[in-house]
């Protein structure tokens, strides 16, 4: 029977769970954010027992990691150590049908973000990356919400035209308009497609 004094523990908590090596760390995160990281995973490789996998590869990276590192929001450490699991294993199959999804999600993006073909500095990439986390929180929260889906967790239009109450083609123009806003965005910082 789990102890009651682990009930509803906060993100802190189950870090310093893992920063003192108790595998109740593994069971806090998997019930707090074991859903959220399912839903990431299955949206991007479509298929359930790579997304279990993935998860489970997820566990083991954060467990190996913190130590190492106590992140302010583990949903978001967790969500991007299951994003990029779940692209490195699309890449390592490079099954055409597995990687479509991905393949259109990149392909939207890669109008308005500048293209990773030239190299670039660490620091080059953080201003980036703060420069699109800048836009993505200027928007409503209904776009803020749509971008995050699409981009972050790879939902397909529909799915989130479900989740939303908007239809697909509603959903598509708003993404659309948003990439434009951000490639103006990103031009006006100096950054080329």
């Not at 990439?125 to 928007?139: G, H, N, P």
Request: glycine share 6%; charged share 30%.
């Amino acid at each position: 029977m789990r102890s009651q004094r682990y009930k509803n523990l906060e993100d802190k908590g189950i870090v310093e769970l893992f920063w003192r090596r108790s595998e109740q760390g593994l069971e806090e995160l998997n019930r707090k954010y074991g859903g959220f990281l399912f839903r990431i995973a299955i949206n991007l490789l479509s298929n359930k027992e790579d997304s279990e996998e993935c998860v489970n590869d997820t566990y083991l990276r954060t467990w190996n990691s913190i130590p190492e590192e106590r992140p302010d929001s583990l949903k978001l450490y967790t969500g991007r150590i299951t994003r990029n699991l779940a692209i490195n294993r699309i890449k390592s199959k490079s099954a055409e049908k597995r990687g479509q999804q991905l393949t259109e999600m990149l392909s939207e993006l890669s109008e308005c973000i500048p293209s990773s073909d030239t190299p670039a500095s660490d620091y080059d990439l953080k201003l980036l990356r703060e420069c699109i986390r800048t836009y993505v929180s200027s928007l409503d929260d209904l776009n803020q919400c749509i971008f995050v889906r699409r981009y972050w967790m790879g939902e397909a239009v529909g799915s989130i035209a479900g989740q939303t109450a908007l239809s697909e083609n509603a959903v598509s123009g708003r993404l659309f308009r948003m990439r434009g806003e951000l490639k103006q965005r990103l031009m006006s910082a100096g950054y080329t497609v």
